[in-house]
């Protein structure tokens, strides 16, 4: 099992930026993918950004956060962000953390996270 605890949202500004991090513990391992998802209301989840852990880790951004939204790690504390800038009113959603075991796709998670809420004001 691998427990994953989000932390970093709240409520900003359109313009403004907000710093997600996702902590994970348990039976982590060196194969493991993170990413970010998000669930706005009346919509279905979304992958938003993920991140492999291997050396020199390859990333991947859904296109309407390209330019705007970096995913980083910590191999040391088996963590990962989620930096937001220029955030936009559409950005709002519950985003959660999910690792699967392999290669970095948009599906297919294995463990997630509880969520936690990004709102931004117009």
């Known amino acids: 099992q691998v427990q994953l605890v989000e932390s970093g949202g709240g409520l900003v500004q359109a313009g403004g930026s907000l710093r997600l991090s996702c902590a994970a513990s348990g039976r982590t391992s060196s194969d493991y993918t993170m990413a970010w998802f998000r669930q706005a209301p009346g919509k279905e989840r979304e992958f938003v950004a993920g991140?492999?852990?291997?050396?020199?880790?390859?990333?991947d951004y859904v296109d309407s956060v390209k330019g705007r939204f970096i995913i980083s790690r910590d191999n040391a504390k088996n963590t990962i962000f989620l930096q937001m800038n220029s955030l936009k009113p559409e950005d709002t959603a519950i985003y959660y953390c999910?690792?699967?075991?392999?290669?970095?796709?948009?599906?297919?998670?294995?463990?997630w996270g509880q969520g936690t809420q990004v709102t931004v004001s117009s």
């Open positions: 991140i492999s852990w291997t050396a020199g880790s390859t990333t």
């Open positions: 999910a690792v699967r075991t392999g290669a970095l796709v948009r599906a297919a998670y294995d463990y």
